[in-house]
Nanobody, 121 residues
C-alpha cells in the first residue's frame, strides 16, 4: 500500500523559511496531482498549493509569492519551500496525492500524517 510520509515541520520565527518534503513509500502505478493542505486549530483544512505531474502549479492567495511547490517525478516526492513565514501560517501541513496503485485500479486520494509548522517569536 502506498503511503505519504512528510518531514520538515518545525518552529520558525516570523520572516523565516522552511522546507517541507513528502515522499511516497511503496510502489504505485501512477501519481497524478500532488499538493499540500494545512489545518490550523479551529479551522477547516485548506489547500495551500498543488502541482500536476506536468508541473502546473496552483497556490492559495494567502501564500502566493511566498511559497513554492515543486516535485521530483522520479522520486515521487513533492516539496514546499516556504519563505517570509507569518504567524498565520501556523498549522499542521498535510501532503496529498492522487494515486493509482495499479493498472487495474482508479486514482484515489491519499494523505500524509501531517507535520506541524509553528511560526512564532
Amino acid at each position: 500500500q502506498v503511503q505519504l510520509v512528510e518531514s520538515g515541520g518545525d518552529l520558525v520565527q516570523p520572516g523565516g523559511s522552511l522546507n517541507l518534503s513528502c515522499a511516497t513509500s511503496g510502489s504505485a502505478f501512477d501519481i497524478s496531482t500532488m499538493g499540500w493542505y494545512r489545518q490550523a486549530p479551529g479551522k477547516q483544512r485548506e489547500l495551500v498549493a498543488s502541482i500536476t505531474k506536468g508541473g502546473t502549479t496552483n497556490y492559495a492567495d494567502s501564500v502566493k509569492g511566498r511559497f513554492i511547490i515543486s516535485r521530483d517525478n522520479g522520486k515521487n516526492t513533492v516539496y514546499l519551500q516556504m519563505n517570509s513565514l507569518k504567524p498565520e501560517d501556523t498549522a499542521v501541513y498535510y501532503c496529498h496525492a492522487l494515486i493509482r496503485p495499479s493498472y487495474f485500479a482508479i486514482y484515489s486520494a491519499h494523505w500524509g500524517q501531517g507535520t506541524q509548522l509553528t511560526v512564532s517569536s
